[in-house]
T-cell receptor, first 113, second 114 residues
Framework: AQSVTQPDIHITVSEGASLELRCNYS??????LFWYVQSPGQGLQLLLK??????LVQGIKGFEAEFKRSQSSFNLRKPSVHWSDAAEYFC???????????FGTGTRLKVLA | ETGVTQTPRHLVMGMTNKKSLKCEQH?????MYWYKQSAKKPLELMFV???????ENNSVPSRFSPECPNSSHLFLHLHTLQPEDSALYLC?????????????FGPGTRLTVL
């Protein structure tokens, strides 16, 4: 069965430090991969997506993610975190031929001043 | 209004009440979705409408009843809910009902069932 795992429930980093949020998926074919961010009291906003081609994708707000087929991973990175990045981050897999996304449980990011 | 809007933003209801959640998208999209977001659980897809036709119904209890009168509006009718139905209910839309399209989310309705 398809699944998405975000192993870190909470992550705390200092402002200006680098960030990596982990995402592993289980899916038989090449997945459509997404990272969304949810700020308090708001809906989810797309950060970036991967369908095919270059495995390093750039997104909004200075985020990037790398698709590694051999590791079934799609980790999100940012070289220097800002206090405004504090939010919850969700990895999602779109399964071809369906309407469905499968979401991970999310990683809540806290940024220390 | 722009994007996806949801009303009300907060709702408290008793188990015997009947209420409705409303979602409106101003993006010209053809697909709309209802999700349930509970603490420490992945987002649960409840219903999908594509061109006003329900195309997905993920074993949702009948106390939740969706309605899509046109491609811009989506409702979730609630009746005789249980306390475990308390959650954030998110509406989303996408250009078409395929899993490679970006979904645009509303801010959600925080539902509390007493």
């Amino acid at each position: 069965a398809q699944s998405v795992t975000q192993p870190d429930i909470h992550i705390t980093v200092s402002e200006g430090a680098s960030l990596e949020l982990r995402c592993n998926y289980s899916y038989g074919a090449t997945p459509y991969l997404f990272w969304y961010v949810q700020s308090p009291g708001q809906g989810l906003q797309l950060l970036l997506k991967y369908f095919s081609g270059d495995t390093l994708v750039q997104g909004i707000k200075g985020f990037e993610a790398e698709f590694k087929r051999s590791q079934s991973s799609f980790n999100l990175r940012k070289p220097s975190v800002h206090w405004s990045d504090a939010a919850e981050y969700f990895c999602a897999v779109g399964t071809s031929g369906t309407y469905k996304y499968i979401f991970g449980t999310g990683t809540r990011l806290k940024v220390l001043a | 209004e722009t994007g996806v809007t949801q009303t009300p933003r907060h709702l408290v209801m008793g188990m015997t009440n009947k209420k409705s959640l409303k979602c409106e998208q101003h993006l010209g999209h053809n697909a709309m979705y209802w999700y349930k977001q509970s603490a420490k659980k992945p987002l649960e897809l409840m219903f999908v409408y594509s061109l006003e036709e329900r195309v997905e119904n993920n074993s949702v209890p009948s106390r939740f009843s969706p309605e899509c009168p046109n491609s811009s509006h989506l409702f979730l009718h609630l009746h005789t809910l249980q306390p475990e139905d308390s959650a954030l209910y998110l509406c989303a839309s996408s250009p078409a009902g395929t899993s490679y399209n970006e979904q645009f989310f509303g801010p959600g309705t925080r539902l509390t069932v007493l």
